[in-house]
């Protein structure tokens, strides 16, 4: 038991010493740590096959699915001109919708998708209006990262933490939704000091000069009105799942077989755009993971961590700190399934805690620290690769400049945030 | 039967150009001889690479436009439509600079259906013709397929 306890200890270790590394793909590190504690005979490929959470992999299948028919009606293109235009020719006022838009949608979507829809397109208006699209695509990166977190659905950490922790989608609205929101507000007023005169996102711009028609942006109309009303139908069976006793998986693969049912084309195109390399990252961490659970190493973590530590407000603070520094290093998907469990077994072992604010700390912060640095979120790698396109490309060290302070200016008003309404008022 | 149809009868010779030949003068070419393929090749006739039209109207287009699928909401590009041409003229372009290195290439002795079947294939309007040791021998063009196949259209 020790020595497997040791090996298993050795093989998590390193997999997560390489997913920091990068140097292989995330997904075959996962995979292989995997498939090695399979042929190790630590775990039986039926225990693998048990371990992995469906409801997780279902929940994000499905929404994949539904971003995919939405992409093809030039919705997200419409909504971008249209902030271009309400915003007058201000700046300011441009950066904050994108802002704004950016993490509403990514609410809804996740990051990497709403970063892939509206970066281009922030690109072209800023060099359209004569500015440099450095703040604002670090601004969609922010947004992507705070927005995603506002709900059960926008965030991979989110989804695990909902379905490990039973937390319904009007939970995550609840208690997340409005603080999230906020937390945005202030940090645009935020990032507007750190730019301050070094990149333009203040002042005004001719609107006039730039001729564009936000309802040619819309390709196909009947399929909008077609992915509108099954969104409408998946949101409100998100709202109901809780009592009508439905996952949120089969809630969202539902929507998503609708609308391939609906839309009646091969299928094959629209499964294209599902990342199976994510699907297949989260297969391969849950199984590493389980196996440490069932070697009662977790336990082990667990009340390891409860020696430094036995009031709700230190563990808070300990699953802040911990969020802080493996986030950043490690991205937020392996932290939060390696924490679940961890969190599952403290809540088991101190039955008076208030387990729920363990649960919205873990998410609020490992969602905001995946902000840190351009390597802290998938979001971040891809707008950093898109700004290639660009004169300004974003950097390690370019991003770390900006990014870095406002991941600490956001982290400490979520902490403020959970320190006052979970362990002050309850 | 009719008689076989070879590249070498449908060949009409673009003047080449050289390395250090400057993009202003492979766009002249272009406009005098009626082309949108120029050959360019080194002291001995030897072809080492080729200019489409398309590869002269590319550097106009921001490389970020390769991450959006149509523009079909968009009339002009405000400040990007003046910095564009304005910015280019700076450039000193080279038919080195711009010239493709992998291309397609026939024989004078192909069939013209091999040169049909390319030119539709890969969406070409020219396509360069070389002999068995690379020596540029001229240019097989869709036009003057057609113009054999169909005549100047007189009955």
């Given at each position: 038991m020790v020595n497997s306890k040791f090996i298993l200890i050795a093989i998590f270790t390193i997999s997560f010493a390489l997913i920091a590394w990068e140097k292989w793909h995330r997904t075959i590190v996962a995979i292989l740590a995997a498939i090695a504690v399979i042929l190790l005979g630590y775990i039986t490929p039926l225990e693998a096959w048990n371990l992995i959470d469906f409801n997780t992999l279902g929940l994000l299948l499905g929404m994949m699915i539904i971003v995919s028919f939405f992409r093809r009606t030039g919705f997200f293109e419409y909504l971008a001109i249209k902030a271009v235009k309400i915003s007058k020719g201000d700046y300011f006022v441009l950066f904050a919708f994108f802002f704004i838009l950016t993490g509403v949608v990514s609410a809804f979507l996740d990051n990497v998708t709403t970063v892939l829809i509206f970066s281009p397109i922030i690109i072209l208006v800023t060099q359209m209006t004569g500015v440099s699209p450095f703040p604002y695509l670090i601004g969609e990166i922010i947004a992507s990262n705070l927005g995603g977190t506002?709900?059960?659905?926008?965030?991979p950490p989110n989804i695990i933490i909902g379905s490990a922790a039973g937390l319904s989608f009007n939970d995550f609205v609840a208690n997340l939704t409005l603080p999230v929101l906020l937390i945005m507000i202030a940090t645009i007023f935020f990032m507007k000091a750190i730019f301050g005169k070094t990149y333009k996102i203040t002042g005004k711009f001719d609107l006039s000069i730039v001729k564009i028609d936000?309802?040619?942006?819309?390709?196909d109309k009947k399929l909008l009105i077609k992915t509108f009303v099954v969104f409408g139908l998946v949101l409100l069976g998100f709202v109901l799942h809780d009592r009508l006793e439905i996952l949120p998986s089969v809630v969202a693969l539902s929507g998503a077989t609708l609308l391939l049912f609906i839309n009646n084309e091969n299928p094959e195109e629209y499964f294209h755009e599902v990342e199976w390399t994510t699907l297949f990252f989260f297969g391969g961490l849950f199984i590493l993971v389980g196996a440490l659970e069932k070697y009662e190493i977790i336990k082990d973590i667990a009340l390891f961590l409860l020696k430094f530590t036995k009031n709700e407000l230190g563990l808070i603070l300990l699953i802040s700190g911990l969020s802080f520094v493996f986030t950043t290093i490690m991205g937020a998907i392996p932290f939060v399934v390696t924490m679940v469990p961890i969190i599952n077994t403290i809540i088991q072992k101190m039955?008076?805690?208030?387990?729920n604010s363990l649960w919205w700390t873990l998410s609020l912060t490992a969602c905001f620290m995946g902000?840190?640095?351009?390597?802290?979120?998938a979001a971040n790698l891809v707008v950093a690769g898109i700004s290639e396109?660009?004169?300004?490309k974003i950097t390690f060290s370019s991003y770390l400049k900006y990014g870095f302070p406002t991941t600490v200016f956001t982290f400490v008003l979520a902490l403020a945030y959970i320190i006052v309404r979970y362990y002050f008022l309850g | 039967m009719s008689e076989l149809l070879r590249v070498q009868d449908v060949l009409t010779y673009v003047h080449p150009v050289k390395l250090d030949t400057p993009i202003s003068k492979v766009a002249h070419t272009m406009k005098e001889e009626f082309t949108s393929l120029v050959p360019v090749v080194d002291d001995e006739g030897k072809l080492l690479g080729v200019i489409y039209a398309e590869d002269l109207l590319a550097?106009?287009?921001?490389?970020?436009?390769?991450?959006?699928?149509?523009?079909?909401?968009?009339?002009t590009f405000g400040v990007l439509d003046h910095e564009v041409f304005s910015d280019f003229t700076h450039k000193l372009f080279l038919a080195a600079d711009l010239m493709q290195t992998k291309y397609r290439a026939l024989k004078p002795e192909d069939s013209v259906l091999k040169a049909i079947f390319y030119l539709v294939k890969e969406k070409r309007t020219c396509l360069v013709v070389i002999d068995n040791k690379g020596y540029y021998k001229g240019v097989v063009s869709r036009l003057s397929i057609l113009k054999r196949l169909y005549g100047n259209g007189e009955q």
């Open positions: 506002a709900t059960l659905i926008g965030d936000e309802k040619s942006a819309i390709k039955p008076g805690i208030n387990g902000n840190a640095t351009l390597i802290s979120a396109k660009t004169d300004k | 550097p106009f287009i921001p490389e970020f436009f390769d991450l959006i699928e149509d523009f079909d909401y968009i009339t």
